[in-house]
């Protein structure tokens, strides 16, 4: 069975960080590229990042970049995202999502999807 495991989500003030944690299970994760997105109240879900499964391509939304950053552990089946300098409006629930590609792919390509964390950001 395919597992996405999302963690680290909370409530945060305006400044501050957070690291989420996408644990997986259920296919194999080195063959796969892993991306995080996100979804806000009456809002479409977009991308926020992503990590080829050669860990070499990584994309970031312009809305993001210099702020959070990805990572992946071949080892552990887990990808990270640390986010920085959290604003109001990074407040979503996140989800981590998994494409059996070497780069990063649009959304509905992804074939496996976690249930995702909530972050909320207060200013």
């Known amino acids: 069975e395919v597992q996405l495991v999302e963690s680290g989500g909370g409530l945060v003030q305006a400044g501050g960080s957070l690291r989420l944690s996408c644990a997986t299970s259920?296919?194999?994760?080195?063959?796969?590229?892993i991306g995080w997105f996100r979804q806000a109240p009456g809002k479409e879900r977009e991308g926020v990042s992503c990590?080829?499964?050669?860990?070499?391509?990584?994309y970031y939304a312009d809305s993001v970049k210099g702020r959070f950053a990805i990572a992946r552990d071949n080892a552990r089946h887990t990808a990270f995202l640390q986010m920085d300098s959290l604003k109001p409006e990074d407040t979503a629930v996140y989800y981590c999502?998994?494409?059996?590609?070497?780069?990063?792919?649009?959304?509905?390509?992804?074939?496996?999807w976690g249930q995702g964390t909530q972050v909320t950001v207060s200013s």
């Open positions: 999502a998994a494409v059996k590609s070497f780069g990063c792919s649009p959304i509905p390509l992804y074939s496996y």
């Open positions: 259920g296919f194999n994760f080195r063959d796969y590229a």
């Open positions: 990590i080829g499964s050669g860990d070499t391509t990584t």
